[in-house]
């Protein structure tokens, strides 16, 4: 199976997919998103900076980000991999470049998962979320749903809420998300990898798109 490097706007289903993906196929999930919030719930002096950076829906700096990807990349080896939140800007795009060259990682696509805001911000407002495994529901999209209320299907302990999803926190993070994301998209579909999926179809559709793209040639 391909790489595969995520565009998506926060609440696409990035998470969602990346579980399919690797139970399905062994892939390593590489979520900044979920490193980020671990650095963050440890309490030390750089979660504390970057829960101040993330709650005002802002991104964090190229350098961090940069650094991060790149021990993790050296650390996987082989493995097929899902990049989930990273690259942000363009900067990040031309350095991950850079850092696959210099792992002899080849065989990379790019895909780009496509929902509108307002499915977007009701996907926010509905996403709760396991504490322990981090697994993903949606309270409002009865595919997502727990089977029973607000309890973890797989570690039967209660649901939490994320901080960060609330609607004015959600706007910053899509406004960002556009600004930013503009130029990695150009830049990829000049490199002739980016794969657009429509991700506001039903799950299993969304899942065989994505498995046919990821398929090695």
Do not use: W
Not at 53 to 81: N, P
Not at 133 to 150: D, G, H, Q, V
């Amino acid at each position: 199976m391909r790489n595969i490097i995520f565009i998506a706007p926060p609440a696409a289903g990035k998470g969602t997919v990346s579980d399919y993906l690797v139970k399905n196929f062994n892939y390593e999930h590489i979520s900044t998103g979920e490193i980020l919030r671990e650095e963050i719930k440890s309490g030390s002096l750089l979660g504390k900076e970057l829960d101040s950076i993330i709650s005002q829906g802002k991104l964090v700096s190229d350098q961090y980000m940069i650094k991060l990807i790149s021990d993790k990349l050296k650390s996987i080896k082989d493995k097929a991999f899902i990049l989930d939140g990273f690259p942000r800007t363009l900067n990040q795009a031309e350095s991950l470049d850079k850092m696959l060259v210099s792992n002899n990682i080849t065989n990379t696509i790019v895909i780009y998962l496509d929902v509108d805001f307002d499915t977007l911000l009701k996907r926010v407002l509905g996403r709760i979320i396991c504490p322990k495994c981090k697994r993903s529901y949606n309270k409002f999209n009865e595919e997502l749903k727990p089977l029973k209320n607000n309890i973890c299907d797989d570690c039967g302990v209660e649901l939490e809420t994320r901080s960060d999803d609330t609607e004015e926190t959600f706007k910053v993070r899509f406004d960002s998300f556009l600004e930013s994301t503009e130029p990695i998209v150009e830049y990829y579909q000049n490199k002739g990898i980016l794969k657009r999926i429509d991700a506001m179809v039903a799950l299993e559709e969304i899942f065989d798109k994505i498995k046919n793209e990821a398929k090695n040639d």
